[in-house]
């Protein structure tokens, strides 16, 4: 069962349980939104809420292995960050050729400064992601450069670019 792209939102650690109030864990609604535009695009993806899960880094290394994803995209808050970029070592530990995308408020917040800091974080994308990450897996899937990319902040000679 292959799947073109796996959405990601991060765990969170316990030092962000012991000081955030949890009533409950509610729906991703911003991978939903990216999943509903991918659906339309008819591109194949999953969600993967890691907040429900015991070991968070074993349930994305099965669904990894199960889906085979060419992009795997990690939406994550402030609170969140630091579990962000292990996913993002542990995706590119089981196949370094998957593209891994960070995305959400806090690299949207700060991203040259995250893009600068994560070195397994391929690319950025800043603002809202829809058209950005439909964009970004068409360029993919034709080989095509990312430089026009609105919305995508990206490497090059060492520098982060920041597109529009």
Aim: glycine share 6%.
């Amino acid at each position: 069962m292959n799947s073109d792209i796996l959405l990601v939102q991060p765990h969170q650690g316990d030092s962000v349980k012991n000081k955030t109030f949890f009533p409950g864990v509610e729906i991703p609604l911003n991978l939903t939104y990216l999943s509903a535009h991918l659906d339309r695009e008819k591109i194949s993806n999953k969600i993967l809420d890691l907040r429900l899960f015991a070991d968070p880094f074993l349930e994305l290394e099965m669904m990894i292995n199960r889906l085979d994803p060419r992009i795997v995209g990690i939406s994550s808050y402030t609170s969140e960050i630091e579990n962000a970029k292990s996913l993002s070592k542990l995706v590119k530990t089981i196949n370094r050729n998957i593209l891994v995308i960070i995305g959400g408020y806090h690299a949207s917040a700060i991203p040259e400064q995250l893009l600068a800091e994560s070195p397994h974080f391929d690319l950025l994308v800043h603002g809202e992601g829809e058209l950005t990450l439909t964009e970004i897996f068409r360029k993919l899937e034709n080989g095509s450069s990312f430089s026009d990319v609105d919305g995508l902040a990206s490497r090059h000679n060492g520098s982060v670019i920041l597109n529009g």
